[in-house]
């Protein structure tokens, strides 16, 4: 059974920082391109950033490069989002997700991902 486990989100003043970690379990880590997503209040749910299966590769939606960071370490079955200089229109419940490939691939959409996590809610507000 594939657990995606979503940890790490709060209240964070503007210009803070998080990171967000996602730990999983039941499949073979390295053989799965990850991603995050985030859902804001009324709004749709959209790509945040990518990482490929070896973690060679990543890439990000452009309202949050420069100030997110995807990374993952396949020894501990991880992949962590790190978040700086937090905005309120960063508020959002926080997804990653999971797909399985053979190919050095990052996947923005959200039917690309076989599994997903719970989420975690980050809210930025002084």
């Known amino acids: 059974q594939v657990q995606l486990v979503v940890s790490g989100g709060g209240l964070v003043q503007p210009g803070g920082s998080l990171r967000l970690s996602c730990a999983a379990s039941?499949?073979?880590?390295?053989?799965?391109?990850m991603g995050w997503f985030r859902q804001a209040p009324g709004k749709e749910r959209e790509f945040v950033a990518a990482?490929?299966?070896?973690?060679?590769?990543?890439d990000y939606t452009d309202s949050v490069k420069g100030r997110f960071t995807i990374s993952r370490d396949n020894a501990r079955n991880a992949v962590y989002l790190r978040i700086d200089s937090l905005k309120p229109e960063d508020t959002a419940v926080y997804y990653c997700?999971?797909?399985?490939?053979?190919?050095?691939?990052?996947?923005?959409?959200?039917?690309?991902?076989?599994?997903w996590g719970q989420g975690t809610q980050v809210t930025v507000s002084s």
């Open positions: 039941g499949l073979a880590f390295s053989s799965y391109a």
């Open positions: 990482i490929t299966r070896l973690g060679g590769r990543t």
């Open positions: 997700a999971a797909r399985q490939t053979y190919f050095s691939a990052t996947y923005l959409r959200e039917n690309d991902y076989d599994y």
